[in-house]
T-cell receptor, first 108, second 114 residues
């Protein structure tokens, strides 16, 4: 079983749609969690940290369910510029572990 | 405040040569991570270092690959006797501490072995 699993997609949605990604992780000792975004094989860029209480940043909402060991990312009112690969990252002590990524394509 | 700096951005090596990839972390960051990304694949962890220490090298191939993060200067990922299969993007990230803090990535080094 992979340490971090994501549905690779692609998710094809129209502009303005709401889309949600989930990610599951296997290491229950994981302490911190993040969502990164990667465009066209460029470097991953931090999108947001994921807190136990959930957090929101504009159109983006991240949630953590420790009991079920999954993390989610919700994007509201999708923009064309949101098209990218979204990477779920789990951080037990030490290394950052990346999921395979979920590809989002927002269509006009 | 410069971000994570990697150089070179592109590196071409012939089979059998050595490749040296450099990573200067963000100011104030003492933790460095190296990742490899093959075409159409995800990021694969290679090694996690602190100043002068290798903390976790579980993702490093056993042969030809080595990494260091000296007290002074950048972190170096070294690949000896490169083969075509080493062609990939190599990304470095840095963080302030080893847990509960965000990590930031450099622009990567694209290694092509011909």
């Amino acid at each position: 079983r992979k340490e971090v699993e994501q549905d690779p997609g692609p998710f094809n949605v129209p502009e303005g749609a709401t889309v949600a990604f989930n990610c599951t992780y296997s290491n229950s000792a994981s302490q911190s969690f993040f969502w990164y975004r990667q465009d066209c094989r460029k470097e991953p860029k931090l999108l947001m940290s994921v807190y136990s209480s959930g957090n929101e940043d504009g159109r983006f909402t991240a949630q953590l369910n420790r009991a079920s060991q999954y993390i989610s990312l919700l994007i509201r009112d999708s923009k064309l510029s949101d098209s990218a690969t979204y990477l779920c990252v789990v951080h037990p002590r030490g290394k950052l572990i990346f999921g395979q990524g979920t590809t989002l394509q927002v269509k006009p | 405040n410069a971000g994570v700096m990697q150089n070179p951005r592109h590196l071409v090596r012939r089979r059998g040569q050595e490749a040296r990839l450099r990573c200067s972390p963000m100011k104030g960051h003492s933790h460095v991570y190296w990742y490899r990304q093959l075409p159409e694949e995800g990021l694969k962890f290679m090694v996690y270092l602190q100043k002068e220490n290798i903390i976790d090298e579980s993702g490093m191939p056993k042969e030809r690959f080595s990494a260091e993060f000296p007290k002074e200067g950048p972190s170096i990922l070294r690949i000896q006797q490169v083969v075509r299969g080493d062609s990939a993007a190599y990304f470095c990230a840095s963080s302030q501490t080893g847990q509960n803090t965000e990590a930031f990535f450099g622009q990567g080094t694209r290694l092509t072995v011909v």
